[in-house]
């Protein structure tokens, strides 16, 4: 059993793509260091909607991977992967319209008070 893991982990090593691994730590890197100076130069609701939309983003992509090793097929892994960032970026969107319009809100009501 144990010899037919290691030549199973072999096969996928030698079939994955390491140039789509390196691009993704250098995406995550440049996403690391546009967090930083968004901390800095942002206001906060969009900062709530850009954490909201990287915390997502990085969990649906090891989501994705994992389904996608478990049934070894890359296009669902492609296909799974951008479905799920639509669906993330649409609802990140959304979260942070509402948040900011009912932050714009309160600070209206608060100038009559």
Same mark, same amino acid.
Request: proline content about 1%.
């Given at each position: 059993? =144990?010899? @037919? =893991?290691?030549? /199973?982990?072999?096969?996928?090593?030698?079939?994955?793509?390491? $140039?789509?691994?390196?691009?993704? &730590?250098?995406?995550?890197?440049?996403? /690391?260091? &546009?967090? /930083?100076? !968004?901390?800095?130069? !942002?206001?906060? +609701? &969009?900062?709530?909607?850009?954490?909201?939309? &990287?915390? $997502?983003? =990085?969990?649906?992509?090891?989501?994705?991977?994992?389904?996608?090793?478990?049934?070894?097929? @890359?296009?669902?892994?492609?296909?799974? +992967?951008?479905?799920?960032?639509?669906? @993330?970026?649409?609802?990140?969107?959304?979260? $942070?319209?509402?948040?900011?319009?009912?932050?714009?809100?309160?600070?209206?009501?608060?100038?009559? =008070?």
């Amino acid at each position: 059993f =144990v010899h @037919i =893991v290691r030549s /199973l982990i072999r096969t996928y090593i030698r079939t994955y793509d390491h $140039s789509f691994v390196r691009s993704f &730590v250098r995406s995550f890197l440049r996403t /690391l260091f &546009v967090r /930083l100076l !968004v901390r800095t130069y !942002v206001p906060s +609701f &969009v900062r709530t909607y850009i954490h909201s939309f &990287v915390h $997502s983003y =990085v969990r649906t992509f090891i989501r994705s991977i994992v389904h996608s090793y478990v049934r070894t097929n @890359i296009r669902t892994l492609v296909r799974s +992967f951008i479905h799920m960032s639509v669906q @993330i970026y649409v609802h990140s969107f959304a979260r $942070s319209f509402v948040c900011s319009f009912v932050s714009s809100f309160i600070s209206f009501v608060r100038s009559f =008070v």
